[in-house]
């Protein structure tokens, strides 16, 4: 029974498209996450929201749009697509977003831009 | 600038040994810490953490064992299991900020 879903696993697209990512938790948790993980496998937050309301955004640009239409969803929508965002994305949730609690993660989409 | 390192990026270690991971911080804000471990084409799972106000802690064959003076913290695996071959990343937060700050992760073999 998957915690944390992510859709889809894989995604190939041409440079200028717009693309989405799905999130879903079922872990009751109030507090979801997006990081990216780039070719040197460093993984580094996105953005966090707290029952739909966003609380971090790591200086990432306009072209990536959060949306949380519930406390259980956070997509991830990217328009213009460049070359520079081919990588992996993860999505995780916590429980309410305090600093002492485990993240927990989905296994990832891996975009890669033509 | 890396707040969390882990200057191994692998390491080898047969079956029953002692597998000793390790992660150097700079951030003195950080007071909470985290292992994850993760396998090819998966997410990264949680695997034991600890706070600031301890040195050690104990999850069955796991141990996590903190040095503030130094920044420093260290996974111990005991006995090592074929099973355990993976990427594991330290990770950190600071009280009041709810983001996780990673390291690059070090990939261990553990062989039969």
């Known amino acids: 029974d998957t915690a944390v879903s992510q859709t889809p696993k894989y995604l190939v697209t041409q440079m200028g498209n717009d693309k989405s990512i799905k999130c879903e938790q079922n872990?009751?948790?109030?507090?979801m996450y997006w990081y990216k993980q780039d070719s040197k496998k460093f993984l580094k937050i996105m953005f966090s929201?707290?029952?739909?309301?966003?609380?971090i955004n790591e200086t990432v640009p306009n072209r990536f749009s959060p949306k949380s239409p519930d406390k259980a969803h956070l997509n991830l929508h990217i328009n213009s697509l460049e070359l520079g965002d081919s990588a992996v994305y993860f999505c995780?949730?916590?429980?309410?977003?305090?600093?002492?609690?485990?993240?927990?993660f989905g296994d990832g989409t891996r975009l890669s831009i033509l | 600038d890396q707040q969390v390192k882990q200057n191994s990026p692998s390491l080898s270690v047969q079956e029953g040994r002692i597998s000793i991971l390790n992660c150097d911080y700079t951030?003195?804000?950080?007071?909470?810490f985290l292992w994850y471990k993760k396998y090819p084409a998966e997410g990264p799972t949680f695997l034991i953490s600890?706070?600031?106000?301890?040195d050690k802690n104990e999850d069955g064959r796991f141990t996590v064992f903190l040095n503030k003076s130094a920044k420093h913290l260290s996974l111990h695996i005991v006995p090592s299991q074929p099973g355990d071959s993976a990427v594991y990343f330290c990770?950190?937060?600071?009280?009041?900020?709810?983001?996780?700050?990673f390291g690059t992760g070090t990939r261990l073999l553990v062989s039969p």
């Open positions: 995780a949730s916590s429980q309410d977003g305090s600093s002492n609690q485990p993240q927990h």
């Open positions: 872990l009751g948790h109030d507090t």
């Open positions: 951030n003195s804000m950080f007071d909470y």
């Open positions: 929201y707290n029952n739909k309301e966003l609380i």
């Open positions: 600890i706070s600031s106000i301890k």
């Open positions: 990770a950190a937060s600071a009280l009041g900020f709810q983001k996780l700050v």
